[in-house]
């Protein structure tokens, strides 16, 4: 069955250093790739997605990397702050109207 | 920035009651999905919607489950006869899909069942 694997539960860095998170699957070959945040009680925000013939993509602190041959993506945010500490989430679809499945979601903790 | 709204925030219903949880999806999205996420769990994936009918639904989304876009603008879950553990956060999305394939969530209704 599909399985999707986030690193680690919780994630602590100091602010200012580069925080990388790394999402793992088995059983399946999406077609992308997403990165959500998610805050407590709060819905999933939207960060990047990242296509099958894509290897990396970057959006201001932020970057991620998809590697199909490992099948692992790496998401990371560059000069951390606190207001970055919250739960990112991965989640794979596998085309066009595709539903979603996602990982069970690492949470960061970005201390001064 | 256009949002996708959801409501109740907090519904409180008795086992065996029904419940209808709303939500407005980006006016220019044509897809439109049903998340729920167990506290402490991940969020795991309920129905999709395109063109007035259901496109794929999970395991969980069983009899007592409905979807409908009863208007333009709304889109709303039904859940026939609550149980308890039909109590999660619930969540709408929507995606334009035909450029882009993110999915924008709302914020959640949270369910409890009594």
């Known amino acids: 069955s599909q399985k999707i694997e986030q690193n680690s539960e919780a994630l602590n860095i100091q602010e200012g250093k580069t925080a990388t998170l790394t999402c793992n699957y088995t059983?399946?070959?999406?077609?992308?790739l997403q990165w959500y945040r998610q805050d407590p009680g709060r819905g999933p925000v939207f960060l990047l997605l990242i296509r099958e013939n894509e290897k990396e993509k970057r959006k201001e602190r932020l970057k991620v990397t998809f590697d199909t041959t490992l099948k692992q993506s790496l998401f990371h945010i560059t000069a951390s702050q606190p207001a970055d500490s919250a739960t990112y989430l991965c989640a794979l679809g596998d085309g066009t109207a595709s539903k979603l499945t996602f990982g069970t979601g690492t949470r960061l903790q970005v201390t001064l | 920035e256009p949002e996708v709204t959801q409501t109740p925030s907090h519904q409180v219903t008795q086992m065996g009651q029904e419940v209808i949880l709303r939500c407005v999806p980006i006016?220019?999205?044509?897809?439109f999905y049903w998340y729920r996420q167990i506290l402490g769990q991940k969020v795991e994936f309920l129905v999709s919607f395109y063109n007035n009918e259901i496109s794929e639904k999970s395991e969980i989304f069983d009899d007592q489950f409905s979807v409908e876009r009863p208007d333009g603008s709304n889109f709303t879950l039904k859940i026939r006869s609550t149980k308890l553990e039909d109590s999660a956060m619930y969540f709408c999305?929507?995606?334009?899909?035909?450029?882009?394939?993110?999915?924008?969530f709302g914020p959640g209704t949270r369910l409890t069942v009594t």
């Open positions: 006016s220019n999205h044509l897809y």
């Open positions: 059983n399946y070959s999406p077609a992308y």
């Open positions: 999305a929507s995606s334009d899909m035909r450029v882009n394939y993110e999915q924008y």
